[in-house]
């Protein structure tokens, strides 16, 4: 590998302009090329970038020898640039979330990962959360006990499917979906956070009575093979001030997890683990320095929680014990991409600055994804269950 990663960026929206300013401030990275099918929004991200504009990525790959290329397309035009860039022989890969929208296509992406032996990563930013990494820390610690049940409700303001991409919204949004768009962050994050967990069943509704070109939301109940449950929910039709809501919540045999990732009207962002009541201080202590160790600055507190509401009490007045922090800390749309640079750097899966939190998302991860996302589009279609081997 040369001392800086020769890279490309294929595609130059919203986020591909992201990628490629960001690798562009990266010193071990040099931007060599980027491509939109816009040629003057090519030539402007190189002026300020000093790469090579094209307006065809197939030339682009010609022209130059790349060590890293992202594909930062929209949701449904994944496939082509990431098999072109394969066949080219680029040895990594940064693709945007989704892997892709068809099952067909993610195979394809899979199977010439495989074949060709490149890396692929795809960017779920949010494993780089400071606050997701001490969801998983949590989960994984078990310091809810059993976790039996949760739900995640990720949902946008109407702008998103309606403006955001300017006068190629309505065709962006109706080729994609709350379940690529939204559902796949969700998606991800549950299968990172309860790792090794896998889920085996999914039964979902979706309505269509607003947008007309795209569906208005998905709902979906996913069964996982520990016998968990998770509700996963997302609709784009709101009209709302903020432009994204996200909220989680874990429920397990001793403990609770609350996570106002994206706040909504009157909800202040914040994060609080109710942990197991049994453990004690100074194993608290312990895995809030562990959480510190990688980024996470939380506080540990020890109350008595009295529920009430007013005229109506149900007991309580115990020691209870928590992980908490408030207001955001939601890290950001490149946050994973230095450690997946970094990976690349030091050939792992798990880069030093990525320690601790379990490798990095891959093809696998994103093949796995799409499969899921796509049951819960078939599900809804057909109304009965999928069930995933």
């Known amino acids: 590998m040369r001392k800086q990663l020769n890279a490309g960026v294929i595609g130059l929206g919203i986020l591909g302009r992201q990628h490629a300013e960001f ?50 397309t929209p949701d449904h035009l994944h496939a082509a640039p990431t098999l072109a860039a394969l066949a080219a022989g680029v040895p990594n890969l940064l693709l945007e979330k989704p892997l892709a929208t068809t099952m067909a296509d993610a195979d394809a992406i899979y ?42 409700r990720l949902d946008d303001n109407i702008t998103v499917p309606t403006q955001m991409w300017g006068e190629r919204t309505r065709d962006f949004a109706g080729n994609s979906s709350t379940a690529h768009f939204l559902l796949s962050h969700v ?126 009490s149900a007991g309580g007045g115990q020691t209870a014990l928590a992980l908490e922090k408030r207001g955001p800390r939601h890290g950001g749309t490149m946050a994973l991409v230095g450690p997946c640079i970094d990976a690349i750097i030091e050939g792992t899966d798990e880069p030093s600055s990525y320690q601790g939190n379990g490798p ?6 994103g093949l796995r994804q799409t499969q899921i996302v796509t049951a819960i589009i078939d599900s809804a279609r057909t109304g009965e269950p999928v069930a995933l081997g």
């Open 187 to 312: 998606v991800d994050l549950l299968r990172w956070y309860f790792a090794p967990a896998e889920v085996t069943e999914v039964y979902a509704i979706s309505q269509q009575a607003v947008l007309g070109y795209t569906p208005d939301l998905y709902d979906a109940f996913l069964t996982f093979d520990n016998g968990m449950k998770m509700r996963a929910k997302a609709e784009w039709i709101k009209h709302i001030d903020e432009l994204v809501e996200f909220y989680l919540c874990f429920s397990g045999s001793e403990g609770t997890l609350i996570y106002n990732k994206r706040n909504g009207f009157a909800c202040d962002e914040g994060w609080r683990a109710n942990v197991r009541a049994q453990l004690p201080l100074d194993e608290l202590r312990r895995h809030q320095d562990a959480l510190l160790a990688r980024g996470v600055n939380v506080a540990s507190l020890v109350h008595r929680p009295t529920p009430t509401t007013g005229q109506l």
């Open 23 to 72: 690798l562009h401030r990266r010193p071990a990275v040099r931007l060599a090329a980027v491509a939109d099918v816009r040629k003057p929004v090519a030539v402007e991200v190189a002026a300020l970038t000093g790469a090579e504009a094209f307006d065809d990525y197939a030339a682009m790959l010609r022209a130059h020898t790349l060590d890293l290329v992202v594909v930062a």
């Open 111 to 152: 199977d010439a990962v495989e074949r060709t032996g490149a890396r692929l990563f795809v960017d779920f930013a949010n494993r780089a959360s400071p606050l997701d990494i001490a969801t998983r820390y949590v989960i994984q610690q078990g310091l809810l006990g059993r976790v039996v049940y949760g739900e995640a």
């Open 360 to 365: 990095l998302p891959n093809h696998v991860d």
